[in-house]
Structure formats: structure tokens, C-alpha cells
């Protein structure tokens, strides 16, 4: 069955430190990618998509993201995190023919100490 | 200004009843989706919608049902049958086809005592 997975479930970083949330997704042919956000009592708000070309894609508030396509893989990464970069955050796929069907992964909840 | 509104944000019923959970957006959107978020389960699509008249099953649509008579409008009916069903819902909409993302509501919690 097509899926989802994010392997960290909760995420715990100082400020400054580096970020890398990690997805994968089941072989199904080809993908349209994406990370969500989630701040406490927002709702879910788009960071980065990838739908083809440069596999390096860059997002809102200095996320970027890589497809590797070998590794069915689309982790998430920032250099420096900050106190308000706390939120939940999930990565999503559209398999291509799967007539829109939107899949999301289990969430990572990140917690940045100050 | 367009968006996707859900209603009512906080909802209370008793065990044993109906309830429907509304989803209105006004991005002239034709695909609408239902998610049920549960802490360490992400966000599980239970029924989704491409075209007006026209709705597939996610992966939990039991206990679920949905209509699409509008473009607009995505009801999502929790019935009796739904064994679990205290979650936060979520509707989303999207322009059809793959190149484009989902736009999101609040979210209705639903709490069933």
C-alpha cells in the first residue's frame, strides 16, 4: 500500500542547533512531495513543495528540503532552528494516477529550547 | 478573502448520535478532503471528493460518511457506527490535478461523551 513514514516521532533541539526531519515514501511510481507545518493552535500551512526538477527545494522561513529519489526519501532540514520553529510538522504525497489522493505521514513534533 | 472554513471549531455530542461537521471554501477548489489528526497517527484521510457529486473512501472511512452536492461544500457526517470517535478533524481543499497543494481549515475537535 502506498504510505508515508516519518521516523522521528518527537524532536527536541536548542536554538542554533541543526535540523533534519526525516520522510519516506512507498514505491509508487512518480510523486508530488510536500511539508507541512503546524503551530500550536494554527492550522496546517505549506512549507515546501517539490513537484520535479531541482531536487533541492527551498521553503518558507529558511526550511529547504531534498528528494532523493533512490532513497524514496524527502527530509526536511534547517541550518539554525529557532524558539519559534516549534510545531508539528508532517510530510505528505501525491502519487502520480492516484487521482489526488493526499497521504500524510505520522508528524514529527519538534521542541525548540530557548 | 478565500479560505476554508470548518464548523463549529469545538463540538460535544453523546454517544449514539449523528453529528455533521461542515467544510465550506470559497477557492473555487474542486478536490475536498477529510483528515482525522490523532496524536502520533498524523493526519488520516477519511474521505476525499474531485469533482461535485462524485466521493472516494480513504484509508479509516468507516463509521464516515460524506456528501458533495456543492463545489463548495464538503459535509462530513460521524455516525454512530464510528467506534472512536472523539478527534480533530480537518478539511482541506486543491485545484485539481497533481501540481498543486492543499490549503487547510481550523479544524472542528470533536468530543463525544
Known amino acids: 500500500a502506498q504510505s508515508v513514514s516519518q521516523h522521528n516521532h518527537h524532536v527536541i533541539l536548542s536554538e542554533a542547533a541543526s535540523l533534519e526531519l526525516g520522510c519516506n515514501y512507498s514505491y509508487g511510481g512518480t510523486v508530488n512531495l510536500f511539508w507541512y507545518v503546524q503551530y500550536p493552535g494554527q492550522h496546517l500551512q505549506l512549507l515546501l513543495k517539490y513537484f520535479s526538477g531541482d531536487p533541492l527545494v527551498k521553503g518558507i522561513k529558511g526550511f529547504e528540503a531534498e528528494f532523493i529519489k533512490s532513497k524514496f526519501s524527502f527530509n526536511l532540514r534547517k541550518p539554525s532552528v529557532q524558539w519559534s520553529d516549534t510545531a508539528e510538522y508532517f510530510c505528505a504525497v501525491i502519487y502520480s494516477g492516484n487521482t489526488g489522493k493526499l497521504i500524510f505521514g505520522q508528524g514529527t513534533t519538534l521542541q525548540v529550547k530557548p | 478573502d478565500g479560505g476554508i472554513t470548518q464548523s463549529p471549531k469545538y463540538l460535544f455530542r453523546k454517544e449514539g448520535q449523528n453529528v455533521t461537521l461542515s467544510c465550506e471554501q470559497n477557492l473555487n477548489h474542486d478536490a475536498m478532503y477529510w483528515y482525522r489528526q490523532d496524536p502520533g497517527q498524523g493526519l488520516r484521510l477519511i474521505y476525499y471528493s474531485q469533482i461535485v457529486n462524485d466521493f472516494q473512501k480513504g484509508d479509516i472511512a468507516e463509521g464516515y460518511s460524506v456528501s458533495r452536492e456543492k463545489k463548495e461544500s464538503f459535509p462530513l457526517t460521524v455516525t454512530s457506527a464510528q467506534k472512536n470517535p472523539t478527534a480533530f478533524y480537518l478539511c482541506?481543499?486543491?485545484?485539481?490535478?497533481?501540481?498543486?497543494?492543499?490549503?487547510f481549515g481550523q479544524g472542528t475537535r470533536l468530543t463525544v461523551v
Open positions: 482541506a481543499s486543491r485545484h485539481r490535478g497533481e501540481v498543486t497543494e492543499a490549503f
